[in-house]
């Protein structure tokens, strides 16, 4: 399947609602059998496969069998790479345009110093959310402003000294490739928005199926 078959309206258009309900569930399950997913959705299986058979057709799914001990194998569907550009990329080739013009004529140090400041404005923009908040909620509103910039983000879990979040899409997945610092200003990001330490467990860029980030409440800000 070649990137232009792909709707550029990417999830908004040309999928019916439960098309668009099964292509984000495999995005962030990764992997999901037949049975789970027809559970998930509330639908028959038969339901399922019909709507596989036709995302089949176009590339974006594919099809794996799972032994079992017992039985016949279990039918399991992930999406293929040419689902990507269904989900948001934040403007990926003309950003990497830009920061590879920037390399040629000022050196890396621009493009990591253009990261950080990229940072900053959004940290100056939204550290009015995490103002006089508890630490839960400030995880909470990190998960938020993560959403709102479609990373699928979503707590795995929030206690009173600690929390991890996941992220299931990466928008900016090719800049990161080229330019690991993207991922380090991130993290500092994350840092100072909850006044926490952050790290990154896993990261899709480093061929994990999510982001994930432990999040550890720091000494002088605990009750």
Excluded: W
Excluded at 117 to 141: H, I, L, M, S
């Amino acid at each position: 399947m070649r990137a232009d078959d792909v709707d550029p309206g990417g999830l908004d258009a040309g999928f019916s609602s439960t098309k668009k309900q099964i292509l984000v569930s495999l995005k962030r399950e990764g992997r999901i059998s037949l049975t789970d997913l027809a559970a998930e959705l509330n639908v028959s299986k038969m339901a399922v496969l019909k709507h596989m058979g036709a995302l089949e057709a176009k590339g974006l799914v594919e099809r794996s069998f799972e032994a079992r001990a017992r039985g016949r194998p279990r039918v399991c569907f992930s999406l293929s790479k040419d689902a990507s550009p269904l989900f948001p990329e934040a403007y990926t080739h003309m950003t990497l345009c830009a920061l590879s013009f920037i390399e040629e004529k000022l050196g890396r140090p621009a493009v990591v110093q253009l990261l950080k400041q990229r940072t900053q404005a959004v940290y100056a923009a939204n550290e009015g959310r995490f103002a006089d908040r508890g630490f839960g909620d400030k995880v909470r509103a990190l998960v938020g402003l993560r959403e709102e910039g479609g990373y699928m983000a979503e707590p795995a879990r929030i206690g009173a000294s600690s929390a991890e979040i996941l992220e299931h899409n990466c928008p900016i997945l090719a800049i990161a490739e080229r330019y690991g610092e993207a991922c380090e200003v991130e993290v500092d990001l994350f840092q100072k928005l909850l006044r926490a330490d952050v790290e990154a467990s896993h990261r899709v860029v480093a061929g994990d199926p999510v982001c994930r980030f432990l999040i550890r409440r720091r000494r002088e800000f605990r009750a």
